[in-house]
């Protein structure tokens, strides 16, 4: 396969200086490409164009070849062919298969090379995201300096550096080096060690993970399970293969690498393997730290650049969130704002710093991005985001709106003032935002799934099954694909057409993910609508035995099995379910009336 390296992609830059005394005077950092990115919550975003079409991809230091989804490949028209037989693609959820798909022309950074090759597999990426830039770019024959903090990936080839020390940015701030384990196709990543509570752990160094996990396995050498004290569920989590894997959230006295040590931690760790290592240090530590990986010495240098080291989980863990680390006793640095060149400066910063929940410096900076280029529409998205995250949807709907203004044809914005106006009770609105970024979406756009959900609240069934068969078509090997088939068979119920093929895919949905209650409550209400009253019951009865906290839309599970009792001749046990709907929504007789149903 073709490697998208650094060769031939010289720019103009100047010699990164290297700071310090003893430095070996004749060695020089040749920045080669410097390429921004933008955090989208936790995920580093990097712009390309493929074939000349713009396409946002993650930046994943985790993944060894660059990879791109089913769905994006054919949006982009690229032809598939089918990897060598028994090659598969391997990750969180299990092995997928593996197709190559060839861009003649691939842009990054501003430039431009051919016939570059990506690995085709695996779950859609969501956001928008076509794919993910892996370490035969990253790494390939340079070095990779990551500072997502500012919003910055460069690549860099050292000369005559062999015994230098190449934090060059630190001056005298503290700085840590470690050894890192040769990189090849064999052992692609880049790891290296740390310790956990005292113990020595291998370690990946991976922007693709969100969140810095643990492995299960790591976790019970450590005398942690799911069982012992302190520790709380913390959902599922997907990777690129088709099985969601469940998580935990458990306290660990201290984590410690190079001169660094985070103590009362709050890690999490999951019941998946990982490639030849125990923990994955994820985007949450990059945005904390300055990162250089010196291929060329087999060193890894870090800085710490304040705030929380690891991801905060919810608003209660947030209070005990880990003590930041500190170096060799030297007080802990503050993070400070300075000045930048530019408005995309200052809106990378305040992306980091959102992703890093710094609201109040990314506030600051997103206002000077919006200050500094007034017709920029996606620095007022990007600032709308930040809003809601801080739960203020009136000035997020205003910074909306000029963004529409400005560009009335930008998909995601139409999509999210879509949501705000369907919560604020405009519903004409909502549905004239999404009308219109449903007109936009390419067919193959995981933005079918948001666009499908949309339709469904606003009552269009129709339009919502129309959407669904667009998903489906070209997510055939998605994880989302059970849930996808289990709403578009609910949707089907409500809208009481095709109820063969509804009952096909509910039926499908439990057969991919077996014995999960709301794809039984999805099944039971298509049971209803078929007059199988019974059976309907036996799935609500089933979905209840799992789990007694109905799922999905509580008023509806209440109020069609209060149906089915009634049908069966259960007129007080019936009663009681319709009150429970009716206590939910008292207009619930009339809500689910103008779908036919009622007693």
């Not at 598969?88 to 190559?100: C, H, M, N």
């Not at 501003?110 to 695996?122: S, T, Y």
């Not at 756009?445 to 948001?450: L, V």
């Not at 509804?502 to 078929?530: G, I, M, S």
């Amino acid at each position: 396969m073709k490697i998208f390296t650094a060769l031939g992609i010289i720019t103009a830059g100047l010699c990164l200086g290297v700071a310090g005394q003893a430095r070996a005077q004749h060695c020089q950092i040749q920045p080669i490409l410097e390429l921004p990115i933008t955090m989208v919550g936790s995920r580093p975003v990097m712009t390309g164009k493929v074939n000349g079409a713009e396409a946002q991809f993650m930046v994943d230091s985790g993944a060894y070849y660059s990879l791109m989804s089913r769905a994006a490949a054919k949006q982009y028209q690229l032809h598939l062919v089918m990897a060598r037989e028994g090659f598969y693609l391997e990750g969180v959820g299990g092995p997928v298969q593996a197709w190559v798909a060839t861009v003649k022309q691939f842009s990054l950074g501003g430039q431009v090379a051919p016939n570059i090759e990506f690995m085709v597999g695996g779950n859609d990426f969501g956001n928008g995201l076509a794919g993910v830039l892996g370490q035969n770019i990253l790494t390939a024959n340079a070095d990779t300096d990551y500072d997502l903090a500012t919003g910055i990936v460069r690549l860099i080839r050292p000369h005559d550096c062999s015994t230098t020390d190449l934090a060059y940015w630190a001056g005298s701030k503290p700085h840590s080096a470690i050894s890192i384990e040769v990189t090849n196709q064999e052992h692609p990543h880049t790891r290296g060690d740390a310790y956990l509570n005292g113990q020595a752990i291998k370690v990946t160094f991976d922007t693709g993970a969100s969140v810095s996990t643990l492995s299960k396995e790591a976790a019970a050498r450590l005398g942690v399970t799911p069982d012992s004290p302190g520790v709380v569920e913390g959902g599922t989590a997907l990777g690129i293969g088709a099985h969601p894997v469940r998580t935990w959230i458990a306290p660990f006295p201290s984590f410690k690498i190079g001169a660094e040590e985070v103590r009362n931690a709050r890690l999490r760790f999951s019941d998946t393997e990982l490639p030849d290592c125990d923990m994955l240090l994820g985007a949450d530590f990059f945005l904390s730290h300055h990162i250089y990986v010196a291929s060329s010495q087999r060193k890894l240098y870090f800085t710490y650049n304040g705030g929380p080291v690891f991801k905060p989980y919810d608003a209660a863990l947030a209070a005990s969130a880990p003590v930041p680390p500190a170096a060799a006793g030297d007080a802990q640095p503050k993070p400070e704002p300075g000045e930048l060149a530019d408005a995309d400066g200052y809106a990378r910063r305040g992306a980091a710093s959102s992703a890093r929940h710094d609201y109040v410096h990314a506030l600051a900076d997103l206002t000077r991005a919006c200050e500094l280029a007034p017709k920029e529409a996606t620095y007022l998205y990007e600032r709308a985001m930040l809003y809601l995250q801080v739960s203020q949807p009136v000035p997020a709907r205003a910074d909306l709106d000029l963004a529409l203004d400005i560009k009335p044809d930008y998909l995601q914005a139409l999509m999210l003032r879509s949501d705000l106006r369907y919560r604020a009770g405009d519903k004409t609105g909502a549905a004239a935002d999404i009308d219109a970024a449903e007109h936009l979406a390419p067919k193959e756009s995981a933005n079918r799934m948001q666009i499908a959900y949309m339709y469904g609240n606003l009552g269009r069934m129709p339009e919502a099954v129309a959407q669904w068969d667009l998903w489906i078509a070209s997510h055939t090997q998605d994880a989302g694909l059970p849930e996808a088939l289990s709403e578009r068979c609910w949707t089907k119920a409500v809208a009481l057409r095709d109820l063969d093929h509804a009952l096909a895919d509910c039926n499908r949905a439990l057969r991919l993910r077996p014995d999960f209650a709301p794809f039984l409550e999805a099944r039971a209400l298509l049971k209803f609508r078929r007059g199988e009253y019974r059976e309907s019951l036996a799935d609500y009865d089933s979905a209840q035995k799992l789990d007694s906290k109905p799922h999905g839309n509580a008023v509806w599970t209440h109020y069609v099995r209060g149906l089915d009792l009634l049908k069966l001749g259960r007129a007080a046990e019936g009663q009681a379910e319709i009150d429970a709907a009716t206590k939910l929504r008292p207009k619930v007789v009339e809500d689910l009336g103008k779908y036919g149903i009622g007693p």
